[in-house]
Structure formats: structure tokens, C-alpha cells
């Protein structure tokens, strides 16, 4: 299968710190990817849309000058928190969309959690 | 608007049961996708399937099925003989319009904990 590869993991930072995200496709080209967000015990939700060479499209009620997404190559998509607060304390998790036989399956990213002190 | 819900919050059961988790979705359009997936622990999300709306057929991989209803807009996931690796949280997702390319709506997930 797809694997999506997300670094870091884990990451603690101080308020008012910026924090970068990345998300690469492994073994497979992605001119799509999303930037979701999860709460402890709920769901996901979107934030962003994420295509190659263009802006990211962001969901309504997302701050974009907040959460910068870049994705400069067709394997890897930035997502940049900057001047992180508390409230920005999240699991934060990518995914990049499959084309040809397996197309538009969406394979995510282990997530990162990030807590901001 | 599009909406997935997934009614059972948690569920328990005894290894080797066999357990069923519900899907019902809503949307206007009348081509769609539906997809499960699985997060265990550790936080990735697992893909598990993807159906579209024109395909009614049930599904079986291993011990892992699917039955896909429209007249009841229900897309329910049952695991035959459960294990203790089936535990996680499970997320039944709809995608709407015919490429499955556009945005994933996922509902709150059912975690299960299957006890050994």
C-alpha cells in the first residue's frame, strides 16, 4: 500500500514558537493533500486542501495566515504553525490522495501531536 | 449537506465475538463514496475500503465484511471473530461527487476494545 510519511511525531513548544509539519508521499507521486485535525476523542476535521504548486485551499473558520501550507513537491506538503498558543494544542494529521488503479484513496500520515506550553 | 454518523461511541466485546459497526450517512448527491478506516493506538489512520455508490455488492476480506445499503444510506462494518488487534477507533467517511477526489466528511468514530 500507499505510505505516507509524517515528521515529527511528537513535538512540545514554547507559546508564541512557530512549528513545521511535514508530510511526504514515500513510494508514490501526490498532487493532492490534506491537513486534518483531531481533538482528543473526536473526529477529524478538515483543514486544508493542499495542491502541488498552487495555494492550499483552507476550510472555513481556519486561520490561513496561521496554518501556512506549502507543498512545493509532488511528495511533500509543509504545514507551518506559527506563533503557536495553547489552544493550537492538537493531533495534527496529513494525507496524501492515490492516483492511477487505486485512485483518489486517501493514505494518511501517524500524525503529530503537538503541545504548546 | 453531507452528514456521516456513526451511533455507537464505544463498544466492547469478548475476543472471537463477532461485532458490528453502524454507518449512516446522508447526501444529496447521487454519486458519492464511502470509506472506513481504522486508527489504532499508535494514531495513523488505516485505510480499509472504499465503495461508491453505484456498487450495492457486499464485501468480505478476510474477516472483515461490508454491507452497503442505499435504501437505508447505511454502510455497516462487520469483523467476524475479533481480536485483540482489532482494537481502535474506527471512521466511516463519505466523499462526495463521482472521482472520490473531494474532501472526506468523517463521522465520530466507534471505538472498540476487544477483550481477551
Known amino acids: 500500500g500507499a505510505v505516507v510519511s509524517q515528521h515529527p511525531s511528537w513535538v512540545i513548544c514554547k507559546s508564541g514558537t512557530s512549528v513545521k509539519i511535514e508530510c511526504r508521499s514515500l513510494?508514490?507521486?501526490?498532487?493532492?493533500m490534506f491537513w486534518y485535525r483531531q481533538f482528543p476523542k473526536q473526529s477529524l476535521m478538515l483543514m486544508a486542501t493542499?495542491?502541488?504548486?498552487?495555494?492550499?485551499?483552507?476550510e472555513q473558520g481556519v486561520e490561513k495566515d496561521k496554518f501556512l501550507i506549502n507543498h512545493a513537491s509532488l511528495t511533500l506538503s509543509t504545514l507551518t504553525v506559527t506563533s503557536a498558543h495553547p489552544e493550537d494544542s492538537s493531533f495534527y494529521i496529513c494525507?496524501?490522495?492515490?492516483?492511477?488503479?487505486?485512485?483518489?484513496?486517501?493514505?494518511f500520515g501517524a500524525g503529530t501531536r503537538l503541545s504548546v506550553l | 449537506a453531507q452528514k456521516v454518523t456513526q451511533a455507537q461511541t464505544e463498544i466492547s466485546v469478548v475476543e472471537k465475538e463477532d461485532v458490528t459497526l453502524d454507518c449512516v450517512y446522508e447526501?444529496?448527491?447521487?454519486?458519492?463514496?464511502l470509506f472506513w478506516y481504522k486508527q489504532p493506538p499508535s494514531g495513523e489512520l488505516v485505510f480499509l475500503i472504499r465503495?461508491?455508490?453505484?456498487?450495492?455488492q457486499n464485501e468480505i476480506s478476510g474477516r472483515y465484511s461490508w454491507n452497503f445499503q442505499k435504501s437505508t444510506s447505511s454502510f455497516n462494518f462487520t469483523i467476524t471473530a475479533s481480536q485483540v488487534v482489532d482494537s481502535a477507533v474506527y471512521f466511516c467517511?463519505?466523499?462526495?461527487?463521482?472521482?472520490?477526489?473531494?474532501?472526506?466528511?468523517f463521522g465520530t468514530g466507534t471505538r472498540l476494545t476487544v477483550i481477551p
Open positions: 494525507s496524501a490522495m492515490v492516483g492511477g488503479v487505486a485512485k483518489n484513496i486517501q493514505y
Open positions: 513510494d508514490f507521486q501526490a498532487t493532492t
Open positions: 493542499s495542491n502541488e504548486g498552487s495555494k492550499a485551499t483552507y
Open positions: 447526501t444529496r448527491d447521487t454519486t458519492y463514496y
Open positions: 465503495r461508491n455508490s453505484f456498487d450495492e
Open positions: 467517511a463519505l466523499s462526495e461527487g463521482g472521482t472520490g477526489a473531494n474532501n472526506l466528511f
